[in-house]
Antibody, heavy 117, light 110 residues
Framework: VQLLESGGAWVQPGGSLRLSCAVS????????MYWVRQAPGKGLEWVSG????????NYADSVKGRFTVSRDNSKNTLYLQMHSLRAEDTAVYYC???????????WGQGTLVTVSP | QSALTQPRSVSASPGQSVTISCTGTSSVFGGYNSVSWFQQHPGNVPKIIIY???KRPSGVPDRFSGSKSGNTASLTISGLQAEDEGDYYCCSYAGTYTLIFGGGTKLTVL
């Protein structure tokens, strides 16, 4: 099982980025998926979750209305579209594969998003 | 401020036991009884060590154990070893693809 995030970069406040998470070693369409972030020196924060089919999503209040999670199961890829980025969005963003409930058995290596002037 | 409250830090000597608490509300824990604990060493991704309150994934030593009473989940590490030093996070499933993480606890092995 591998999860490989990409798309992290430095961006100015108000900018946009799209993160991707390419997975292998398991059938993406069989799993709900999560995005979790970790600001420098801080704790883990759940960002978004998406159902296995992509029909249902949920977001942390801190990103609701600005971030959109999606997936292309045919491409084995998960996405996180981020708009109106703020300094407080600076973090390493992980995609994560759940193993039921709050159990996460595989994490990507993370991709760093830096929002600053 | 996280909806799951953990002590910022705990410490103990090698060979001793340490317990990390994770306190929330009934709405945070919901009716799923799905609490996990993650260990994170500096520069590494989190690693699951307890799921479904008490279950250990294969490969995790039985020195790690989880429990829950009321609105407080706990992680106990017995026979503390130097490599146990790191950050520990509790996490609850709150329904509708939502996770709630605790603020994290830094474990220092003296």
């Amino acid at each position: 099982v591998q999860l490989l995030e990409s798309g992290g970069a430095w961006v100015q406040p108000g900018g946009s980025l799209r993160l991707s998470c390419a997975v292998s070693g398991f059938t993406l369409r069989s799993y709900d998926m999560y995005w979790v972030r970790q600001a420098p020196g801080k704790g883990l924060e759940w960002v978004s979750g998406i159902s296995s089919s992509g029909d249902s999503t949920n977001y942390a209040d801190s990103v609701k209305g600005r971030f959109t999670v999606s997936r292309d199961n045919s491409k084995n890829t998960l996405y996180l579209q981020m708009h109106s980025l703020r300094a407080e969005d600076t973090a390493v963003y992980y995609c994560a594969k759940p193993c039921g409930g709050s159990c996460i058995d595989h994490w990507g290596q993370g991709t760093l998003v830096t929002v600053s002037p | 401020q996280s909806a799951l409250t953990q002590p910022r830090s705990v410490s103990a000597s090698p060979g001793q036991s340490v317990t990390i608490s994770c306190t929330g509300t009934s709405s945070v824990f919901g009716g799923y009884n799905s609490v996990s604990w993650f260990q994170q060493h500096p520069g590494n991704v989190p690693k699951i060590i307890i799921y479904d309150v008490t279950k250990r994934p294969s490969g995790v030593p039985d020195r790690f154990s989880g429990s829950k009473s009321g609105n407080t989940a706990s992680l106990t590490i017995s026979g503390l070893q130097a490599e146990d030093e790191g950050d520990y996070y509790c996490c609850s499933y709150a329904g509708t693809y939502t996770l709630i993480f605790g603020g994290g606890t830094k474990l220092t092995v003296l």
